[in-house]
């Protein structure tokens, strides 16, 4: 990682972008330099606080994005020894997400562009996970599939070029990390519970019990995870409820999903005759995901990218990259100083901003 100040002579069609990124609960932040990548980037995490609520509660996660957000902002600066002229460019997630919790990043982001006389960017939160794998692989580029799965989002989305998304299929109810943070609630690990659920899953003992594959009988690329959920629910109820229960549940939910997500994907490539597949997203942090799709590319000749752990969930880093690739583009830019947040956005309109509600 880039750790100098930069030598403004050396820079002068290069781009210096601040992302910022608070849609849900947690507040990103990051430097990326369209030339020489990711500077720097701070993330704060407001899981801890939620935890005790069983999900998050927006007001409590508006309020402390307001706490965090400039003192991360400074950190980030002082980490890169950047100061803040040498920046050409805020990008903020517009949404989608909590509006209260994108106001702040969107106020933020405008104000400071507006201080600084340079351009303010909104960007799509969806298309920060899309190219989220470029910022440990800058050479990578369209056309490819990409799985996008995260706590709102389970999509299979043919990348054509930068511009050119198309939404194969998507979850008709629950997103797939959310059917992982409702079956791990279910099982009693907490909120969210994705990452603890797998790592419980170790435990367990393969094929004690199988769950359905929702949906793979049914031509179409559209996902369904609700009724697994309710599956795991009666299925740990029937159960003697012992550690070694918690643990078999979690493993054949865990299967299920990855299994399910496995068949649409390969499903995908061969309709869509894509040579490579990014996985993005919260749930792209999961091993078995993983591996199964690693173990698919190599089945199809297909490669298979995964953004680095720490780039899978929230962050800023995606944005500010998301920022400077709409920055390189030719896509029309918002420049009315205006505050844009949409809680609901499209992905196919992504381009559209429509009416705050
Ligand atoms: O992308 P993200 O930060 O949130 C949204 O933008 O929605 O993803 C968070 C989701 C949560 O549902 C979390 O439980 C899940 O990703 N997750 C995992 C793992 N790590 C995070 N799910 C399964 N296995 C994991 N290892
Ligand atoms: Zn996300």
Request: charged share 20%; with cysteine; hydrophobic share 45%.
């Amino acid at each position: 990682m880039y750790s100098q100040g930069l030598d403004k002579s050396k820079v002068n069609s290069a781009k210096l972008i601040l992302g910022i990124e608070t849609s849900c609960d947690e507040t990103g932040v990051a430097l990326y330099h369209s030339e020489r990548g990711l500077l720097a980037h701070r993330l704060y995490s407001q899981v801890a606080m939620h935890d005790e609520y069983g999900g998050v509660v927006p007001e409590l996660a508006s309020r402390d994005h307001v706490e965090k957000l400039l003192p991360l902002i400074r950190e980030l600066l002082a980490e890169a020894q950047v100061s803040l002229g040498e920046i050409n460019a805020i990008a903020y997630t517009a949404g989608p997400g909590l509006i209260g919790a994108l106001l702040v990043g969107a106020c933020t982001g405008e104000a400071l562009a507006f201080a600084l006389g340079i351009d303010a960017i909104p960007v799509h939160h969806l298309v920060g996970h899309l190219f989220s794998p470029m910022l440990a692989e800058p050479a990578l580029r369209p056309p490819f599939l990409t799985l996008l799965v995260s706590g709102g989002h389970t999509m299979l989305i043919d990348v054509a070029s930068f511009s050119e998304l198309l939404v194969l299929g998507e979850t008709l109810d629950d997103a797939a990390g959310e059917a992982f943070d409702k079956t791990a609630k279910i099982l009693g690990l907490g909120y969210p519970g994705g990452a603890r659920l797998a790592a419980l899953a170790c435990a367990g003992r393969p094929g004690h019990y199988t769950f359905p594959r929702p949906m793979v009988d049914r031509p179409g690329l559209d996902f369904s995870f609700s009724g697994l959920k309710t599956f795991a629910l009666n299925t740990w109820r029937a159960s003697d409820q012992s550690e070694q229960a918690r643990a078999d549940v979690a493993l054949a939910f865990e299967t299920a999903v990855v299994d399910t997500l496995r068949i649409k994907i390969e499903r995908g490539l061969k309709q869509t005759g894509r040579r490579t597949l990014i996985v993005a997203g919260g749930v792209g942090a999961n091993t078995r995901l993983r591996e199964a799709l690693a173990a698919l590319g190599r089945k199809l000749g297909v490669a298979v990218h995964f953004p680095p752990l720490q780039f899978c969930t929230d962050n800023g880093a995606m944005i500010a990259l998301a920022g400077a690739l709409e920055l390189a583009g030719s896509v029309d830019r918002a420049d009315d100083r205006a505050i844009h947040v949409y809680p609901r956005w499209p992905l196919e309109t992504r381009h559209i901003r429509p009416g705050i509600p």
